[in-house]
């Protein structure tokens, strides 16, 4: 089905710029993981899927595994205790760039204050990688509260743009969760029928 759907591009040129959640090292601890196609699945289709993220639905498992093999990405997941809260994975591209390419919360996690925590995480892991300039989109499918909890943060917006966009229906995400998992145990030669 298609949607019009407006999307928000947003930056912080420098540390100075960053106001990061009061206390939020305390509230979440991260925990990097590794470049395994299985569980950077699991994290984009269990934290977007109530936000209708497709854009890598129709991965194969080998594209996933060109992706994380092939670019210089960091994911890390965030606990609150011992509940896994979300998580975030950073992309370093140009002029070390740091790209918030995907940034999350599980849905049993929303509304307890960790969004900014989880947020102010991904910032400081990003400058201290060697960030030249951090930045991030989102768009008026995300929850209601992430551009102001981007804004509160110290990003600026710079660029937006509408347009009409194809949104997978229920049927089709569930296919598409479906054929990644047949190419996954295929590429896995689990010998599961």
């Given at each position: 089905m298609k949607e019009t759907v407006t999307t928000y591009y947003l930056?912080?040129?420098?540390?100075?710029?960053f106001i990061p959640t009061k206390g939020f090292k305390e509230l979440i601890e991260l925990k990097p993981i590794s470049k395994d196609i299985f569980q950077h699945w699991m994290l984009f289709v269990g934290v977007g899927l109530p936000w209708r993220w497709y854009s890598r639905?129709?991965?194969?498992?080998?594209?996933?595994e060109d992706y994380l093999r092939t670019n210089n990405v960091l994911?890390?997941?965030?606990?609150?205790?011992?509940?896994?809260?979300?998580?975030?994975?950073?992309?370093?591209g140009e002029n070390n760039a740091v790209e918030i390419r995907f940034f999350g919360l599980f849905t049993s996690s929303i509304g307890k204050g960790f969004g900014g925590a989880l947020l102010s995480h991904a910032v400081d892991v990003a400058w201290k990688s060697g960030a030249e300039k951090v930045w991030l989109h989102t768009?008026?499918?995300?929850?209601?509260?992430?551009?102001?909890?981007?804004?509160?943060?110290?990003?600026?917006?710079?660029?937006?743009?509408?347009e009409d966009e194809f949104i997978p229906d229920k049927k089709e995400y569930l296919n598409l969760i479906h054929d990644f998992m047949d190419n996954y145990i295929d590429s896995q030669n689990t010998g599961l029928k």
């Open positions: 930056e912080m040129n420098s540390p100075s710029e639905l129709k991965w194969s498992p080998a594209e996933w994911t890390y997941l965030a606990f609150s205790k011992t509940s896994l809260t979300g998580y975030f994975e950073l992309l370093t768009c008026t499918s995300d929850h209601q509260a992430a551009l102001s909890n981007y804004q509160a943060r110290g990003f600026k917006l710079v660029k937006e743009s509408t």
